[in-house]
């Protein structure tokens, strides 16, 4: 069982990027039952059952000894508990995910919190792992389990499903890509350095979130004034971020700024590809454009939607999947002032009676930030669960402080409950 990783996934190898999916809940859980729920479903998933290693120049998918298989550990704690185990690498050749359960000294709340290296997961294959995880719990709690024969088979990169295409003409795609961001280049934010770490002298600095997230009656409203404007949530949200960001940077008049925006391909592909194949099934589309200070948030919103819509509609996201190994050669040709993720509307998992979930969580981590780099992208990762709009800013406190990222987050709150406000009326 060995696969070699395809030039996109190589890609991801060098990020070091992983999902973080967690969700909490209230009532009793059975650890050894959770334990045994989540080591079946690893076993159904051979992807989680390898490592990546070197492979001539790339690297490979190879089995990962029996002795250091992902299994469920346990600890108590609390946020702060959360927030380590955010904090904790995958590293090449060791596991590719790891499961730990947090649960509150009562035992009565708990978080479980679900790490998958980016090479082998998107978001989608993130939240399908979890709710998977807990089906298998909730079926051996109820005695309505079944037996599951192990998967053998590692599954194909997504870049295999891609519709066949005239190498010439990715070709010519490419160096427009590149000639026009050229034309564009796009700024970035610059690091708050001076205040970044100071809120508690020597105190680590780390990966941390700050989090906007909506009521169910706000996030019905903005949804409502969205279809009446005739823009998504997602171009709202974008066009939120982009201005917060161009609000953070120095002088007048529009400035070129871009947004990327990660879009799902597994409905898209012929056959579909199911969310429970771990695989990272995502291209990029970069769009670039002018951002006054005092700039229309719809106007913004129904630019930034548009761009979109062409990308889906042109077919250029395939194209944009066969060229993503050339970022190497072509560092900012997915660079943008912000990046804004959607996983729209997300399931939660079903519970055995007596538990009740209270919260999910999406948000995505790396291992390595530049603070010497002196300016990155603003991320902002968005899930709606139970009727609630949740947008996730990670960040490291080497580069934003939480002072500038709880300012940038409440701003975006505020322009979201304007919208919602204005809708209402």
């Known amino acids: 069982m060995r696969r070699a990783l395809c030039p996109a996934e190589n890609l991801y190898v060098a990020q070091r990027s992983r999902a973080v999916v967690s969700c909490v809940l209230d009532g009793p859980v059975e650890p050894a039952v959770l334990a045994a729920a989540f080591e079946t479903v690893i076993a159904e998933r051979p992807t989680l059952l390898t490592r990546i290693v070197r492979d001539g120049d790339g690297h490979a998918l190879a089995p990962l000894p029996e002795a250091e298989r992902p299994r469920l550990r346990l600890r108590t704690g609390s946020e702060e508990a959360y927030l380590e185990e955010f904090n904790t690498p995958l590293p090449v050749g060791g596991p590719l995910a790891r499961a730990v359960l947090v649960s509150a000294p009562d035992a009565e709340r708990h978080t479980l919190v679900l790490s998958v290296d980016h090479v082998i997961t998107d978001g989608h294959s993130a939240i399908a792992l979890l709710n998977a995880v807990w089906d298998r719990y909730r079926e051996l709690v109820e005695g309505t389990a079944d037996r599951h024969a192990p998967a053998t088979e590692l599954p194909g990169p997504v870049s295999a499903l891609l519709p066949a295409a005239d190498p010439e003409e990715d070709a010519k795609y490419l160096r427009q890509r590149v000639e026009q961001i050229g034309r564009h280049p796009v700024t970035l934010v610059p690091f708050d350095a001076n205040t970044a770490g100071e809120e508690t002298p020597g105190e680590p600095q780390r990966i941390e979130v700050r989090r906007l997230l909506l009521d169910a009656g706000p996030t019905a409203r903005l949804r409502e004034r969205a279809r009446a404007e005739g823009v998504s949530v997602h171009a709202l949200l974008s066009a939120a971020v982009l201005l917060a960001a161009r609000r953070r940077l120095d002088g007048t008049g529009p400035r070129v700024l871009g947004c990327v925006s990660p879009v799902d391909l597994r409905a898209r592909l012929s056959p579909p590809v199911p969310a429970s194949r771990m695989v990272a099934a995502v291209t990029m589309h970069l769009q670039t454009l002018p951002v006054e200070e005092d700039g229309d948030l719809l106007e913004l919103a129904r630019g930034t939607g548009a761009g979109i819509r062409d990308f889906l509609n042109s ?88 002072a500038f990222m709880r300012e940038l987050r409440d701003e975006v709150r505020a322009s979201l409950l304007a919208l919602a406000e204005q809708g209402e009326g």
């Open 315 to 402: 077919g250029d996201l395939f194209r944009e999947m066969r060229i993503m190994p050339s970022a190497a050669q072509h560092p900012t040709l997915h660079l943008g002032t912000v990046i804004v993720t959607n996983m729209g509307v997300v399931p939660g998992p079903r519970l055995p009676q007596g538990v009740r979930l209270t919260d999910v969580r999406l948000v995505p981590a790396r291992e390595h930030y530049f603070p010497q780099a002196g300016r990155s992208p603003i991320m902002a990762c968005v899930t709606s669960f139970d009727g609630r709009l949740a947008v996730e800013f990670p960040h490291h406190t080497a580069c934003f402080s939480r």
